[in-house]
């Protein structure tokens, strides 16, 4: 049975969180000994932009042009999705755990009446059943669930597996759904957006800073070294409380949850509602000149010190040998 995955896009880009379900899903297909992947795609989205999701597993993709659907409605979005997946007849769909991939996962879950796993963290065992790891407790545990019935939904976590990159150009189809009125009952009435050359739930690299900044006027020191790395910038909570950065980069139990490869905080102690949304992060940098910070016994790596002389110097030095 073909495998579809739901992906999403940012600007006419598809979102690396996306292309990373559609890796997972060519793994389970190779898993359960073979079948197609699918992707759906909806929204404003170029040709080439579509055809490269093959690169990373996908034979196919089922294109939306619905204007509509711009508008991001929830109720609409698992609509569509609900359609392809009857319309394919696939068993499984695989999509990123995000803050719109989760309400409509929800939604086509009780419309298909599917079994939903959310925060998978690993391909699943199949040697007893369907049995996903799942990350629990903002990450301080796992469980392993076992999905029963025909139908089934997995949100991966991001960085849960690599991106393939081998794959060949994938085929576009246009794919028309059936939406109706009530399919459009919300109104959005004003969005939000965060900004940024790289967006936090995205990043592969997060620079976060704290109070040890002392104000928003070194915030400079922070954004050099992320634009080095081609890296997000983010904060802990007092500094965005204190309004020296926006509250969409507040990272943390009660803001955005990372899981980048790598989390630089700088000048942040390490409170446990920080350590909440980072903890996920496959390797955490500290840099403070505290040696009792908190934060060191949760660091992969450490670096006891001004942050006024280390950032500039780290920068240069990364700079230098890129050059």
């Known amino acids: 049975m073909p495998i579809l995955v739901f992906v999403e896009s940012d600007e006419g880009s598809v979102?690396?969180?996306s292309l990373e379900a559609v890796s997972y899903a060519a793994e389970?297909?190779?898993?359960?000994?073979?079948?197609?992947?699918?992707?759906?795609?909806?929204?404003?989205?170029?040709?080439?932009?579509?055809?490269?999701?093959?690169?990373r597993g996908a034979s196919r993709v089922l294109y939306v042009n619905e204007p509509r659907?711009?508008?991001?409605?929830?109720?609409?979005?698992?609509?569509a999705i609900s359609q392809a997946v009857e319309a394919i007849q696939a068993d499984i769909l695989v999509l990123a755990k995000s803050s719109l991939g989760d309400p409509v996962a929800a939604r086509i879950a009780v419309?298909?009446?599917?079994?939903?796993?959310?925060?998978?963290?690993?391909?699943?065992?199949?040697?007893?059943?369907?049995?996903?790891k799942q990350s629990i407790y903002t990450g301080k545990a796992f469980s392993f669930t076992e999905m029963q019935g025909d139908k089934k939904i997995i949100a991966i976590k991001k960085s849960t597996l690599p991106v393939k990159n081998d794959g060949a150009p994938a085929t576009v189809e246009q794919f028309d759904v059936h939406l109706t009125e009530d399919d459009f009952n919300?109104?959005?009435?004003?969005?939000?957006?965060?900004?940024?050359?790289?967006?936090?739930?995205?990043?592969?690299?997060?620079?976060?800073?704290g109070r040890g900044m002392k104000g928003p006027?070194?915030?400079?020191?922070?954004?050099?070294?992320?634009?080095?790395?081609?890296?997000?910038?983010?904060?802990?909570?007092?500094?965005?409380?204190?309004?020296?950065?926006?509250?969409?980069?507040?990272v943390g139990q009660t803001g955005v949850k990372v899981s980048p490869n790598l989390y630089i905080a700088v000048g942040i102690s390490g409170a446990i509602q920080h350590l909440a949304g980072v903890n996920s992060s496959k390797?955490?940098?500290?840099?403070?000149?505290?040696?009792?910070?908190?934060?060191?016994?949760?660091?992969?790596?450490?670096?006891?010190?001004?942050?006024?002389?280390?950032?500039?110097k780290l920068t240069a030095a990364i700079k230098a040998s890129k050059n």
């Open 283 to 312: 390797n955490i940098l500290v840099i403070n000149k505290d040696p009792e910070a908190p934060f060191f016994k949760a660091a992969d790596y450490g670096v006891v010190g001004d942050a006024f002389e280390i950032l500039p």
């Open 69 to 79: 659907l711009k508008q991001g409605i929830i109720q609409a979005y698992a609509s």
């Open 217 to 250: 006027e070194n915030w400079h020191l922070i954004e050099d070294l992320a634009k080095t790395l081609g890296a997000a910038t983010g904060c802990s909570k007092p500094v965005s409380d204190m309004n020296w950065r926006p509250h969409h980069e507040h």
């Open 111 to 132: 419309k298909l009446n599917a079994a939903l796993a959310s925060n998978v963290t690993a391909l699943p065992d199949l040697s007893q059943g369907f049995v996903v």
């Open 186 to 209: 919300i109104s959005i009435t004003a969005t939000d957006k965060a900004s940024g050359e790289v967006l936090l739930p995205e990043a592969d690299i997060v620079v976060s800073g």
């Open 15 to 17: 979102k690396a969180s």
């Open 28 to 55: 389970l297909a190779a898993l359960q000994g073979g079948g197609d992947v699918v992707a759906i795609a909806l929204g404003e989205i170029p040709q080439t932009e579509l055809e490269d999701i093959g690169k």
